[in-house]
C-alpha cells in the first residue's frame, strides 16, 4: 500500500454516462486512488453536478481535458479517458505526449492506424499507458488463468466465447425502442460492436491462454433496430493450435450481458458465466465435475485482496473494476520508480493493436467470404509486456 492515494484526474465519466460511477466507486474501493480533478462532460450543468458528487471541488473542475492537464498536470499521478471511443485517441496521444500516464477505457481506438499513433507517441515519451479490461478482474477468471497455466487442464484445444445482450431489439413496458447513446449508432472502419464487446472476448482469451489469433473466418449482420452491425459469429484459428469460436450481439434477446467462456483441455474443461461470476465449473477427463468458488481452497480467488466479503457474499462487476484499479496502482508506482513496468493483470496498447488487426481481418473474411490470416503486431513495447 502507498502511503497516500494516487491523484487522478477523469476526462469524461459523467453521472449521465454508462460507465463513469463504476470507475468512480472502483478507483475508490481499496484506498489506492483519490479522484481529485476532472472535465466530466460537455454539458456545463452535468460538468459541476458530477463533480460535486464526486467530491470534486469547483476550482478543479474544468469545462475541456486539454486545459485540465495544462494546469493539472504536475499534481497528478495519472488520468483516465472515459469518453466515447471515437474521440480517444487525440486525448490519449496528447496526455501521453503531455508527459501524463493515461488509463483508457476500452477499447483504446476505433482502427490498428489510430492505436499505432498512440504507440508511437507513448514510445517517443516513454509513457505510461494502461486499459480497463474490467472482466479479468473476476477473481475465478484469475483463478482458471492459474489452473491454465499450471497444467490442471492439460494441453488447451480449443474454446468458446460469447457475449449476447438484447439492447438492440428488447423494447421497454411501453413497446418503445430503446435509446444508445449516439456514438454507438454509427459504425467507421470497425463497426462499433467490434469495440464495445469483442474487445473483452479477444482479451480475455489472450488472459487466459497466452495465446495469439492466426486466422480468422466471419459472419455479421443487422438484426436489430438500427443501422449498424448488432450479431457476429466468428471461427478462429489461434497459436499454439488452438480452435475457436467466437459469438458477439446486440440483438439476443433474454441476455441482459450473457458473457461465457468455455474451455476445452486434454485432461479438462472449464466454463465460467458472468451472471453467476463467483463460481467456476471444472469437468475432468474421468467424469469427475467440481464447483470451485473462494470458498475453496483456491490458489488466486480465495487470496485474502479477493476477500472485501466472506463467500457466499457475491463479489461483482464493480469489484472486479476494483481489482484491476488496485493493479494499476501497482504498475503505476513501479513505473514511477524507475520508468518500467510489467503486470500479468494489466495491458497497455499492443494487445489492443492485436485486437483491431483481429477485427479488421474478421471484416475481410466476411467481405471475401474466406479464411483470412490476421496481421501482425509489429510495435512493441520496452516498458511492459
Not at 472502483?26 to 462532460?41: I, K
Request: aromatic fraction near 10%; proline fraction near 3%.
Amino acid at each position: 500500500m502507498t502511503a497516500s492515494p494516487l491523484a487522478l484526474a477523469f476526462i469524461g465519466g459523467a453521472l449521465d454516462s454508462a460507465v463513469g460511477y463504476t470507475h468512480y466507486a472502483a478507483c475508490r474501493m481499496d484506498g489506492r486512488w483519490q479522484l481529485v480533478a476532472g472535465t466530466f462532460s460537455t454539458d456545463d450543468t452535468i460538468n459541476r453536478e458530477t463533480a460535486k458528487a464526486y467530491g470534486v471541488t469547483p476550482e478543479r473542475t474544468y469545462s475541456h481535458w486539454s486545459e485540465m492537464i495544462s494546469k493539472e498536470k504536475g499534481q497528478l499521478d495519472a488520468v483516465v479517458i472515459l469518453t466515447p471511443t471515437p474521440s480517444h485517441q487525440p486525448i490519449v496521444t496528447e496526455c501521453l505526449a503531455q508527459g501524463v500516464a493515461v488509463i483508457c477505457e476500452k477499447a483504446l481506438a476505433t482502427s490498428s492506424a489510430e492505436i499505432e499513433e498512440i504507440l508511437t507517441t507513448r514510445n517517443q515519451h516513454n509513457g505510461f499507458l494502461a486499459i480497463t479490461y474490467n472482466y479479468s478482474g473476476y477473481p475465478m477468471l484469475r483463478e482458471l488463468r492459474s489452473l491454465i497455466r499450471s497444467g490442471e487442464l492439460g494441453r488447451i484445444l480449443h474454446f468458446q466465447a460469447e457475449m449476447p445482450q438484447e439492447g438492440f431489439r428488447r423494447v421497454d413496458s411501453q413497446g418503445e425502442k430503446p435509446v444508445p447513446q449516439d456514438w454507438r449508432l454509427h459504425d467507421g472502419e470497425i463497426p462499433t460492436i467490434y469495440l464495445d464487446l469483442a474487445v473483452h472476448l479477444h482479451q480475455l482469451i489472450h488472459y487466459l491462454t497466452g495465446q495469439h489469433p492466426l486466422q480468422v473466418v466471419a459472419d455479421q449482420a443487422k438484426c436489430g433496430w438500427f443501422d449498424v452491425i448488432d450479431n457476429v459469429s466468428c471461427l478462429c484459428r489461434y497459436s499454439a493450435q488452438i480452435m475457436g469460436q467466437l459469438w458477439f450481439s446486440k440483438s439476443a434477446l433474454g441476455h441482459r450481458n450473457g458473457l461465457k467462456i468455455r474451455i476445452y483441455g486434454s485432461d479438462a474443461s472449464a466454463e465460467w458465466l458472468q451472471a453467476n461470476p463467483e463460481e467456476l465449473h471444472i469437468s475432468h477427463a474421468d467424469g469427475r465435475r467440481q464447483i470451485l468458488d473462494r470458498g475453496e481452497t483456491t490458489e488466486i480467488a480465495g487470496a485474502s485482496r479477493y476477500t472485501r466479503f466472506k463467500a457466499g457474499h457475491p463479489a461483482g462487476f464493480v469489484e472486479a473494476f476494483a481489482n484491476l484499479y488496485q493493479d494499476i496502482a501497482a504498475g503505476l508506482i513501479a513505473y514511477q520508480a524507475s520508468s518500467q513496468w510489467h503486470s500479468d493483470e494489466v495491458y497497455s496498447g499492443e494487445l489492443a493493436l492485436e485486437g483491431t488487426n483481429m477485427f479488421a481481418a474478421m471484416i475481410r473474411s466476411f467481405k471475401q467470404r474466406k479464411w483470412v490470416n490476421v496481421q501482425t503486431t509489429t510495435n512493441t513495447d520496452s516498458s511492459q509486456d
